[in-house]
């Protein structure tokens, strides 16, 4: 899960869908434990907001209820207005019914008040109300919440059926305002060869930023014996990929350790989906993100023979055999390349021509990155 934007705001993961379902499935529990035997219920869903949490909800109740809604509308943007609109009211007669309203999220409770104003003359034998949050901090009234899913301090949050402005209700799960991200991260993307790491190095100077290159760090290591080290290059020699949760854990530590930068140039990672979503996750609960993935398209046959060439100064063993060169460009192509996929469904894939003079080429990346 990355960070969102809807309209002009940015918005972290929050609370999964996982942790959404077991909430409302103790919700439903709880509620057919305290039912009469028989009692057959009316659940309310107060609309829009509640629309996939009554959905959610009425699966998990175990024993015959019925449903209806009622539409009620009372946020504008981010804060709660006084007035509140019946966009649609109750038809059935609930004389002798017991009625469970169901909330999505019960904020100053001004719409509980009207819930309860609405129901106050409808002669039902009980009224009790299950919400899905609550925001302890802000709720001004003194009337009964009968059952709450989870309480949430007084942060505006989105998805799962709530929205900012009208956007964000399809998320399967909720996300909580947060601050403009302040880094502009890149991920430098293309086979081995492609020209990366030399881009890289114009790319940091011109955009300020701390350059991360995973191939780098792992051969500091490796010439330094650490023990990160020694488990790196028995997979590097044989240009194998170093296991994601090596490389995962010791990009975090390479992050942390620039905590002040202005954002990260991200040269040889990721390079599974497993670590494209590690790093998504572990940005997001910094409230930043990946900004664009920078992509250098190089033919195959001329990659070789740079990488050679590159073998007879550079002393990477792994440069210098072109079983081991075409064993990398295989493992680009079953693991890696799919990444392109990835970041063109977030609309972050941008392709760039790698072949031209160093300069032309840095050049085409700036044009891209002063968009990003
Ligand atoms: P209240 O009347 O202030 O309790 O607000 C209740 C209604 O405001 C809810 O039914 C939601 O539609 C909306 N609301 C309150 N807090 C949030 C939030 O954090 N995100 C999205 N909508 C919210
Ligand atoms: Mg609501």
Known sequence: MSIIKLHDLYFKPFINKDQISTITKHLAERIKADLPKD?????VGILNGCFLFAADFIREFKGNCE??????????????????KHLVGINEDLTGRTVIILEDIIDTGRTLQEIYNIFRDKNVKQLKVATLFFKPDVFRKELPIDYIGKNIEDKFIVGYGLDYDGLGRNYPAIYQLTPTPKMKNIVLFGPPGAGKGTQATFLKEMYNLVHISTGDVFRFNIKNQTE????????????????????INMLKAEVD??????GFIFDGFPRTESQAKALDEFLAEKGEQINGMV???????LLVSRLLERGKTSGRPDDMDEIKIRNRFNEY?????????????????????????????????ARVFDTL
């Open 39 to 43: 009692e057959v219920p009316i659940f």
């Open 295 to 301: 992509a250098l398209e190089v033919p195959e046959d």
């Open 333 to 365: 192509n079953t693991k890696t390349a799919i990444l392109q996929y990835y970041f063109e469904t977030q609309e972050k894939y941008y392709g760039i021509n790698g072949v031209g003079s160093i300069e032309d080429i840095t050049q085409r990346i």
């Open 67 to 84: 449903v209806s809604f009622v539409k009620l509308a009372s946020y504008q943007g981010t804060s709660s207005t006084e007035k509140i």
């Open 257 to 262: 350790k620039n905590a002040d930068a202005h």
């Open 228 to 247: 990160l080290g020694l488990l790196a290059k028995k997979y590097m020699d044989e240009g194998n990929l170093v296991p994601d949760e090596v490389t």
